[in-house]
Every structure is written in structure tokens, then in C-alpha cells.
């Protein structure tokens, strides 16, 4: 059996600009990647099948319509792939949450199943086959930091190398579906990023409509400010995740040691690099 990490996303900014005729919407954003994740194994098989488990896989859907299933049949379906695969999910990414569990889920079968299969595509290649599947999917091939434009599939490099920043992602333990996020934007361009803009001058314009779903994302995005020494605070994708960057570990665990207790999921991590091992 071979296993793949399926790194969390996060937005580091996310900037929407207009909503297209197919239903989505022109957004620009960075992209980048946590040591926290989903783990998907696999090993040789006859047909495909998947088994979930982790402490978030009661929340995920199992079925045919299962993203990492999806990807698998999508694979093999282009590779002219006759072999099939066991796959096993252990899901500690929360459901509905803006960290791309699902996207990341099915970019880690692409790449885990290109290894298992011997078919030894590059991550491009496999980029390019994920983006039916879903917005994030193809830079969760990729999985490191990048800038996103169109959908999300428009990748290119990010010139600023945020490997190994210490990051505290919480979630107040309630779910923010996509669709509703977006229908909550106010059709407002605020402008697009740029590499010479500060992080801390660009923004997530999903965050107002996320907050009017669900108003205790406002209470974590507060705690997160007030308890000091983050470098930049902000909500990741649609919510209800929010994320802090600090400047060492120690400065992150300070802060949630202050944090424990409330009752949300606090999860210490940092963002990693190309050199992550994603094959």
C-alpha cells in the first residue's frame, strides 16, 4: 500500500470580480498549503472502491459522487487505465470549511494513482485532467503556494516564498456551504492583487457574506486580532475557517493556548514549500 498527504488549502487573500455566464465567478487569489491535511492510501484492486475514516469522515459523502472517486474513474478514463484500486481516506480535514478538503482529496488520488498505476505524468498533465472536478482541484495538484485567476485554474507562479510560516487555523465548528457564500457577494469589484500589494492590504470578499450565514466567524476572526502577534488574520475561502500567520511557532501557540476552551477546532500548523514531496 501507497499513501499520499492531502495538504489543506487556504486562501491567503481572495479577490472576486465578477460573476460569469457559466455560473462562476472570475476571482484572483493566493493560494497556499498546510503540514495539516487528509492522508489517502491505496493499494492494487480489481475494481475501485473507497473506505473512509478520521474524526471528520461521517461528515464526507462516500458515494459514487465522491470527489476522490471521481478523480480515479477521470484518471483512468484518460490514461486508458484497465486497473483498478483500494482506496482508504483518513479524513481530519472539516467538511465545508473553505480548506479544500475535497479538492485536496481528489488531487492527492490523482497523484497517488499516477504513482500506483506507473503512469508517471507530470503534475501539469494532471492539473489540467482535475479541472472538470472543481475549482481548487487543479492547484491542489500542485499543492504549494501560488496566485489563481478565471475559476481558480489559471495558476502561476507566487513570487514570495511563504514556506514554513507558522499558521493557526480555527473553525468555530459550524458549516459554510459554497453556493450561498457567493450569492451573498455584493457584486462589488474591489480590484485585484498584486505582488507588489502587502498581504496585509488585501482582503477575502467572501467574508461579509460569510459572516451573515454564520456570525460567529466575526467572533473568531476578533479573537484571532485581539489576542495579539498575528501577522495577518483572515478567513480562508468560504469560511467558517479563519487563519492567523505569525512570525514563530512560539507566537502561534501562545495564541491558542489563549484560545482553548471555547469550544472551536484549533489546529497549529505551518504552510509548506514546493520541497514537500508531492509527486
Known sequence: MISEHAPAKINLALHLRRRRPDGYHDLESIFAFTAFGDTLSADAADGLNLTLAGPTAASADVGDDNLVLRAARALAAAAGVTAGARLHLDKQIPVAAGLGGGSADAAAALRLLNRLWGLNWPLERLATLAEPLGADVPVCV??????????????????YNQAGTPVLLVNPRVAVPTGPVFAGWDQQDRGGIS?????????????????????????????????????????SGSGATCLALYADDAARDRAAAGLAGRGWWLCPTRIIGPDSGLR
Open 195 to 235: 505582488a507588489g500589494i502587502g498581504l496585509d492590504r488585501l482582503r477575502n470578499d467572501m467574508t461579509a457574506a460569510a459572516v451573515a450565514i454564520q456570525p460567529v466567524i466575526a467572533d473568531v476572526l476578533a479573537a484571532l486580532t485581539a489576542a495579539g502577534e498575528a501577522e495577518l488574520v483572515r478567513m
Open 142 to 159: 500542485h499543492s504549494r503556494t501560488m496566485f489563481g485567476a478565471g475559476k481558480g485554474e489559471a495558476l502561476s507562479e507566487w513570487p
